[in-house]
């Protein structure tokens, strides 16, 4: 089983939806929480970071940990076309210096105009 | 600068061939780290560098790759003896250091290794 796990889609919703991106992961040590958006043959976007349990928000972004259940969320509100892309969530355990990122292997998500 | 550069974007090489990667992180960021991408999504970690010390080398084939951030160069990343299952793109990001409260890790754009 991976640390990570993240439904890979593709997720399709029409433009102006509220889209709801998740990951569940099973170590326990994970602190540190980013979302990143990844374009076709591009480098991934770093999106939303947040550390331990709570909400945070920026502009359509809204990114949600649960510590207690080890799930984590991203919402887009108001999607638009160019929301489509691959969403990834990566985690980091919080120990001394900058670990090394886990990632979820994305969700393919597309917005219908 | 605000981005991660890499070079050169793409790499053919046959087999056999060495191959040899770049990466100039963020200016003030003191973290480097490489990652693998095959198989479309999954990111594999190779190395990471804490200025121009290695950091954590656990997800890195010795056998075949090295790695190096020396000070006032970029960063390389390079792989002997390429075979045909290096083919992928590497991914070099960077962050700050850990006394910072910023701990998004930005990522390069990438260099897409063809091994032929």
């Known amino acids: 089983q991976k640390e990570v796990e993240q439904d890979p889609g593709p997720l399709s919703v029409p433009e102006g939806a509220i889209v709801s991106l998740n990951c569940t992961y099973s170590n326990s040590a994970f602190q540190y929480f980013m979302w990143y958006r990844q374009y076709s043959r591009k480098g991934p976007e770093l999106l939303m970071y947040?550390?331990?349990?709570g909400n945070k928000e920026d502009g359509r972004f809204t990114a949600q940990v649960d510590k207690s259940s080890k799930y984590i969320s991203l919402f887009i509100r108001d999607s638009q076309p160019s929301d489509s892309a691959t969403y990834l969530c990566?985690?980091?355990?919080?120990?001394?210096?900058?670990?090394?990122?886990?990632f979820g292997s994305g969700t393919r998500l597309q917005v219908q105009p | 600068g605000e981005e991660v550069a890499q070079t050169p974007k793409h790499l053919v090489r046959g087999e056999g061939q060495k191959a040899k990667l770049y990466c100039a992180p963020i200016k003030g960021h003191s973290y480097v780290f490489w990652y693998q991408q095959v198989l479309k999504n999954e990111f594999k970690f190779l190395i990471s560098f804490q200025n121009e010390n290695v950091f954590d080398e656990t997800g890195m084939p010795k056998e075949r790759f090295s790695a190096k951030c020396l000070p006032n160069s970029p960063c390389s990343l390079e792989i002997q003896a390429t075979k045909l299952e290096d083919s992928a793109v590497y991914f070099c990001a960077s962050s700050q250091p850990e006394d910072r409260d910023d701990y998004g890790y930005t990522f390069g754009s990438g260099t897409r290794l063809t091994v032929v």
């Open positions: 947040t550390y331990s349990s």
């Open positions: 990566a985690m980091s355990v919080g120990t001394t210096g900058r670990r090394a990122l886990t």
